[in-house]
């Protein structure tokens, strides 16, 4: 168990330094995403960013699991 805490805690601290560089390539502006810009708010709806990011932990954790 302390084994997985060490884990996601190593991968937040990652994302966390990586977090300026990841807005600079446009990860959170994909096409797809969904922004409404109306005078006084905007929403944003990051549709496809969520569904890149799943996959993504879904992979690691389909190698961390065949791999052990």
């Known amino acids: 168990m302390s084994k997985?805490?060490?884990v996601g805690g190593?991968?937040?601290i990652s994302v966390g330094l990586l977090w300026p560089?990841?807005?600079?390539i446009g990860?959170?502006?994909l096409p797809?995403?969904?922004m409404i810009k109306k005078e006084g708010y905007t929403i944003h709806f990051?549709?496809?960013t969520c569904i890149v990011i799943s996959m993504t932990i879904s992979f690691i954790f389909?190698?961390?699991r065949n791999f052990r």
């Open 10 to 12: 190593v991968i937040l």
């Open 21 to 24: 560089y990841l807005n600079k």
């Open 32 to 34: 797809g995403d969904i």
């Open 27 to 29: 990860l959170f502006n």
């Open 4 to 6: 997985y805490l060490i």
């Open 62 to 64: 389909w190698i961390i």
């Open 46 to 48: 990051p549709i496809v």
